[in-house]
């Protein structure tokens, strides 16, 4: 340890922690940092690393205060460091353990010693960050303590506006090494701003043995940031151990108007498909934007908790309109990040702004004209698609009262949703818990700007999580199945559908009509709307929209409107199954209940493909 220096020595051992140490000791002898430094959770030491970030140029500061820019690094629009990468990302998989065909694995020797000849000396001539946080509320059984080391200044400021600091907890831990770590480096920097140079070398390992993630030659927060989805994916996998659940579900406080109460839900949609803007809503609370742990509690229902504290939210599309609420947040002084979008006058510029776009500028691609190419002789927008910002969400006028309540709120609803141009109709309730796993299970979702890759390809997406599941997806429904049966009062589960499209491919619901869909919802798991049962589940009588859409947006929502959207695409449907099916085949485990579902609605539909003898039923024939 002679890399580090006497206070910083004594930071650490004040601690009491040996596997600490251990951890610090291999992975500084192995990334080779010139300095390292701890960070408490003290206000000092904090500041350091805000300041820091705008010293070496990984932040610039903008015109509003507390306000900066960073950019990860750009290559093409096709070759860039501007979102998940789904590629290098892998599960090390010990010898002889089943592989899911649904999961990007590599076997773990060969993964640990790849990784760690990529990583050997990648720190050289950088400082190392150590940190600590806690994932989910201090004092909370939902938490899980967790430990960073990276040479970001970037990833160490955005996980301090993201999640709680949890120094001081890690001493009550007694020396245990019940927690997760996470190792990452940027690797090889070059330019101004200095990003990435080689994204070849980007690798995002998960060592579910090990509870850590090794991940270098990136910055993008998604492959970066240990806490968010590295985190996430070591959760599902220790969830799955100890029944209980780790979903990427926002948290929602609904109030509905005249009624009193305040009912949670969480939701799951996949990146790009309206999941921060559901828990965005105006009117509503918010209690959580992208991860929550769930636990069965005392009291019968599911208790969920936010595990970070902060927004990393897409900027696309956020303006007065859509987005009242954030883009209040993010044009007024507070700290707040920015990444990938255009800076004018020190101001930023997004697509969907709703201002006009600025002829010239600096964005990720570094100075930047309308009409600028790559060198594939692809237009560079003047933001990328894939643009965020980075919040704390006690911020927000709308933040939850509970977002720091160390027993979590009990939740009556699960909101999954896909982007899905013409099958499933905008809100469906599941008809009980199995179902409702079901629906969850068989979302399927058109890839967006989100993932590296190409767009507009349907593809399953099971709890909008796919990305992150990394159990065998049959343990993973099976963890669901139990947890829901469970329960005293399990969560009515509703698949939400905010894409589809008329025949001439125009979208058929404005983008606030998602409240509507919601607040009925909600009123379902207090049983104060009759609905209509189909075969896919219950969907909403015409009278009840009618009078939402009245009451919340003063809408007048039409019956033939309602007919398009909520009609029974049977033939579509029975595509999707057929869709659904072959691709579960090819999972070994898929529980028996999914299969006894899926074949009970599939002769449903064919029953009534036979009994109206037309391809779409609308919802008033239904009776
Ligand atoms: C998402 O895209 O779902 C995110 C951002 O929450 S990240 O997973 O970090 O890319
Ligand atoms: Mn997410």
Not at 107 to 135: A, P, Q
Not at 151 to 156: E, G, L, T
Not at 300 to 326: L, M, Q, T, W
Request: charged share 25%; with cysteine; glycine share 8%.
């Amino acid at each position: 340890m002679e890399r580090i220096d006497l206070p910083n020595l004594e930071k650490l051992k004040a601690l009491n922690n040996n596997h600490i140490l251990k951890i610090v000791k291999d992975f500084v002898s192995l990334c080779k940092p010139a300095k390292i430094t701890v960070i408490t959770d003290s206000e000092e030491d904090i500041e350091y690393v805000r300041l820091k970030a705008i010293e070496i140029g990984e932040e610039a500061i903008l015109e509003i205060e507390g306000h900066t820019i960073h950019y990860d690094g750009f290559f093409t629009m096709s070759n860039h460091d501007q979102a998940r990468d789904k590629k290098n990302t892998r599960i090390l998989i010990p010898k002889g353990e089943y592989a899911s065909p649904w999961i990007n694995t590599i076997d773990r020797e060969k993964g640990l010693e790849e990784i760690m000849e990529i990583m050997d000396g990648c720190m050289k001539n950088r400082e190392c960050l150590i940190r600590f946080f806690c994932l989910g509320p201090k004092n909370s059984v939902f938490s899980i303590l967790a430990l960073q080391l990276t040479d970001s200044f970037y990833v160490a400021h955005s996980e301090d506006l993201l999640y709680r600091s949890g120094y001081e907890e890690f001493k009550n831990l007694k020396g245990s090494n019940e927690f997760f770590y996470f190792i990452h480096s940027g690797g090889k920097l070059a330019g101004i701003p200095p990003v990435t140079e080689d994204l070849t070398k980007r690798r995002i390992y998960i060592d579910l043995q090990e509870n850590r993630v090794l991940s270098c030659f990136n910055q993008y927060a998604g492959n970066s940031l240990g806490l968010k989805k590295l985190a996430l994916r070591l959760a599902i996998n220790k969830s799955n151990n100890e029944d209980w659940l780790a979903e990427h579900y926002f948290i929602l406080g609904i109030h509905p108007k005249g009624k009193n109460r305040i009912t949670y839900a969480c939701g799951a949609y996949p990146s790009g498909c309206g999941k921060t803007a559901t828990a965005m809503l105006p009117g509503q609370t918010i209690l959580g934007d992208d991860i929550a742990y769930l636990r069965k509690w005392e009291d019968g229902y599911a208790h969920a908790v936010n595990i970070e504290r902060g927004i990393f939210g897409i900027i696309k599309d956020v303006n007065s309109h859509n987005d009242p609420v954030i883009f209040e947040a993010i044009t007024t002084p507070r700290e707040t990040i920015f990444s990938n979008v255009l800076i004018k006058d020190k101001l930023p510029y997004w697509i969907g702004d709703g201002r006009i776009i600025p002829e010239e500028g600096v964005n990720f691609s570094g100075k930047w004209r309308k009409g600028k190419k790559d060198t594939d002789g692809i237009e560079i927008p003047h933001a990328h698609p894939n643009a965020r910002y980075t919040i704390r969400i006690e911020e927000l006028a709308n933040a939850d009262p509970n977002l720091h309540n160390p027993i979590g709120v009990p939740i009556n609803g699960i909101f999954y949703g896909g982007r899905d141009s013409d099958t499933m109709p905008p809100v469906v309730e599941s008809l009980n818990w199995e179902h409702g796993v079901f629906l969850g299970a068989t979302i399927e979702s058109e890839t967006t700007a989100q993932t590296l890759g190409t767009e507009g390809i349907r593809n399953a997406q099971p709890m909008a999580n796919l990305d992150f599941i990394v159990v065998p997806l049959g343990n993973y429904f099976k963890n669901h199945q139990k947890f829901g049966n469970d329960l005293a009062y399990p969560p009515k589960v509703f698949a939400m559908n905010y894409f589809l499209k008329s025949k001439d491919n125009k979208y058929l619901n404005g983008i606030l009509d998602k409240l509507c869909w919601v607040i009925w919802a909600e009123g379902r798991t207090h049983g104060d709307y009759d609905a209509i049962k189909t075969p896919i589940g219950y969907i909403p009588k015409y009278k009840d929209l009618r009078n939402l859409f009245k009451q919340y947006l003063n809408k007048v929502y039409k019956e033939n409107e309602y007919i398009e959207q909520f009609s029974i695409r049977i033939e579509k449907l029975l595509q999707k199954f057929k869709r659904i099916r072959a691709n579960y085949e090819k999972e070994i485990n898929i529980p028996s209940f999914f299969w006894d579902i899926l074949n009970q609605q599939n002769s449903e539909l064919i029953e009534f493909q036979h009994k109206f003898e037309i391809d779409e039923v609308s919802p008033l024939e239904i009776v």
